[in-house]
């Protein structure tokens, strides 16, 4: 079996760095959204927050979908590339597409502000689709 640590590293490695490098250009902030900082207001959609409300029930779901994916993917690959059955690998994998698709439609909310969305984003994007080939890698 091959290791897949070159993949899998640079996938933590760029989700790593997304938490400190801007995500969002907010024009009603005064500094652009750190990853860490981002990932805390979309989670306000589970645990309340003061003073943050979302616009409809809809962005407050997708806000919480995204905040889980996220989770998926600091909590669950590390344990999944070192002890997970080829089947479990697998299912991630299709797990990981499915955030990577999922999360993109960050883009599509943000409409003609989409230019807003900063290198953080980005990275946290690259990083799932690096996950997704983990299974390839491995058989």
């Known amino acids: 079996m091959k290791k897949p640590t070159p993949l899998i590293l640079t996938a933590w490695v760029l989700?790593?760095?997304a938490w400190f490098l801007p995500t969002i250009k907010a024009h009603d902030m005064q500094a652009p959204?750190?990853?860490?900082?981002?990932f805390r207001y979309a989670s306000c959609a589970i645990l309340p927050c003061k003073g943050i409300q979302f616009e409809t029930l809809h962005h407050a779901v997708l806000s919480s979908i995204s905040v889980l994916t996220t989770l998926f993917f600091v909590l669950w690959s590390p344990w999944v590339v070192l002890r997970g059955s080829w089947s479990l690998r697998?299912?991630?994998?299709?797990?990981?597409?499915?955030?990577?698709?999922?999360n993109i439609h960050w883009i599509i909310i943000f409409g003609p502000e989409r230019s807003e969305l900063a290198i953080g984003f980005f990275l946290i994007s690259?990083?799932?689709?690096?996950?997704?080939?983990?299974?390839?890698?491995?058989?």
Request: proline residues 3%; positive net charge; aromatic residues 16%.
């Open 15 to 17: 989700h790593a760095a």
């Open 33 to 38: 959204l750190q990853g860490w900082k981002a």
């Open 90 to 102: 697998r299912f991630s994998a299709w797990a990981a597409v499915t955030a990577f698709v999922f």
């Open 126 to 139: 690259l990083a799932g689709n690096r996950f997704v080939h983990v299974p390839r890698c491995m058989s």
